[in-house]
């Protein structure tokens, strides 16, 4: 596809469950970024990666979340252990350089639901 | 660190009114920044972005903004609204790679 791809679109987890996000970036972009959008706010960096490498991972809130790339396009971002203020919707962007000001494309998110 | 504010939170306007919504960042450095827009159960899109050079800065479906280095501003302008343009709109800025979003402003446009 043209645009970047994220499934599922909605995820309904029970407290404790694990949690798998899966994001297809666009065709040879280098770099990918992960998102957490809670209700009513703008969204706040999680992570990144250049290829296959993951430059900052700053945002990740605990150690129960990690993402990887392994070969350099399609990315995972598992939430182990997930508890309810993992509630969010969960956006994916790419970029096709690596240099500051380079806009990024969005995917539509997973919104994640743990009941 | 930077980081953005956007002034209004909720912004109800007429159809084919003109429209502004403010954007404030702080940073001690200089920055790129971007307006991005939301649709209902959509990723974000790019509207515009101000890297460098003139200050006015022109995006699609008729929106423009102006960056204000004085006064740490980057203002969303669009002179004419439609009923399609109600989203959620998004101020961030960026040092590097990471994008700093402020809040939202939801802008409902009315018949």
């Known amino acids: 596809g ?27 972009h280098v770099s990918l970024f992960w998102y957490q959008q809670a209700l009513g706010q703008g969204p706040e960096f999680l992570t990144y990666f ?4 993951q430059l900052d991972k700053s945002g990740l809130p605990s150690d129960r979340f990690f993402a990887e790339r392994p070969e350099g396009s399609v990315s995972t ?12 919707v969960y956006l994916c962007a790419s970029s096709q350089l690596v240099e500051g000001g380079e806009p990024q494309h969005f995917g539509d998110g997973t919104r994640l639901s743990i009941l | ?9 909720q912004v109800p306007v ?10 404030n960042y702080s940073s001690s450095v200089s920055v790129y920044l971007f307006w ?24 699609i479906n008729g929106f423009e903004a102006e ?3 004085s006064q740490t501003s980057f203002h969303l302008r669009k002179p004419s609204v439609h009923i399609s343009d109600t989203a959620e709109y998004f101020c961030a800025v960026s040092l590097d790679y990471k994008l700093s979003f402020g809040a939202g402003t939801t802008v409902t446009v009315r018949a």
């Open chain 2, 67 to 69: 960056f204000n280095k």
């Open chain 1, 2 to 28: 043209a645009g970047v791809s994220q499934s599922p679109r909605y995820k309904v987890a029970k407290r404790g469950q694990d949690v798998a996000l899966r994001c297809d970036p666009i065709s040879g």
């Open chain 1, 77 to 88: 971002l598992k939430i182990q252990r997930t508890q309810q203020e993992d509630s969010a």
């Open chain 2, 14 to 23: 007429f159809e084919e009114a003109p429209v502004e919504l403010r954007c």
């Open chain 1, 50 to 53: 250049q290829n296959e490498a």
């Open chain 2, 36 to 59: 991005y827009v939301q649709y209902p159960n959509q990723g974000l899109q790019l509207l515009l972005k101000y890297l460098s050079g003139s200050t006015l800065v022109k995006g």
């Open chain 2, 1 to 9: 660190a930077q980081s953005v504010t956007q002034l209004d939170s």
